[in-house]
């Protein structure tokens, strides 16, 4: 019995979805933040962040506002002044810090 040569050859497959990135073309362009997702400082990519980058850069700012705050006793009208918000912002800034936040 003899097979011929087109029983031997295997269906070719395409990638799966799923694939890992050795078999998949990866062009890495970044987004509007940085230009290259491999060198992105970002500890987590924006677009996996509820909230994306402005969430980011708020969690950042209000960190900031909490410190001058409690630790360099800075006042609400001056938090506002440096961080370009309004008094209303920053009081509700120092109120999530407290636990206070009601939504």
């Known amino acids: ?19 890992l990135p050795e078999y998949i073309e990866y062009v890495d362009r970044g987004c509007d933040l940085y230009p290259s997702c491999l060198r992105c400082p970002l500890p987590r990519c924006r677009y996996e962040d509820p909230g994306g980058a402005a969430a980011m850069l708020r969690n950042g700012r209000d960190a900031s506002i909490i410190r001058l705050s409690e630790q360099d006793g800075v006042s609400v009208d001056e938090l506002a002044r440096m961080f370009g918000l309004s008094r209303r912002t920053v009081f509700r800034v120092l109120r999530a810090a407290r636990g206070g936040c009601r939504r």
């Open 1 to 19: 019995m003899t097979t011929t040569s087109a029983t031997l050859q295997a269906p070719l497959r395409r990638p799966r979805i799923d694939a």
